[in-house]
């Protein structure tokens, strides 16, 4: 069975706010930014990308499993759901997927509460606190693993 030549790209929640949000913390480029970078980036390894932003958990974990139909690798940052969300954690677990975690903002210097990921064990590729430009890492990193897999 051939390799899908697709990343499934999912942001969380207020990510659609990007570029007014906070942009001392999430810089000034936009969810529409942050599309077309990863885009690009795949782009470079013969690869598309479903880009999905949604406020609503559900309907990130329903693209999260139909992912496992027809595409090879998931890109996630779950926004506030990284900190709080076994559901979305089960959901990345249950699709035989290589998962990249992203944080535009160093999580891990921020408010407590966002040190915990329950995505970080689920997930094989992570960057965090690269701005904007880690969503391309991920892509890069994620296509190795995927590269690694594909030759067994
Ligand atoms: O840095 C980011 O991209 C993450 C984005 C969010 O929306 C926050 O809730 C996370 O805590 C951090």
Do not use: K, W
Not at 55 to 61: A, K, P, R, S
Not at 76 to 99: E, F, K, M, W, Y
């Amino acid at each position: 069975m051939t390799t899908p030549r697709r990343l499934l790209l999912v942001n969380g929640p207020n990510l659609n706010l990007l570029g007014t949000r906070q942009p001392e913390i999430y810089g000034r480029e936009t969810l529409a930014d942050v599309e077309r970078i990863t885009s690009d980036a795949a782009a470079r390894f013969g690869l598309e990308v479903r880009a999905i932003q949604s406020n609503h958990e559900g309907v990130l974990i329903d693209a999260i499993h139909a992912a496992r139909l027809d595409c090879a690798g998931i890109v996630i940052n779950a926004g506030g759901l990284t900190h709080t969300s076994v559901s979305l954690r089960d959901a990345l677990a249950s699709v035989d997927l290589p998962v990249a975690e992203v944080h535009i903002s160093n999580i891990r210097e921020r408010e407590r509460f966002r040190h915990f990921s329950y995505i970080e064990d689920v997930a094989v590729v992570h960057v965090i606190g690269e701005g904007v430009p880690g969503y391309a890492r991920a892509v890069e990193r994620l296509v190795e693993v995927i590269s690694g897999r594909a030759d067994g």
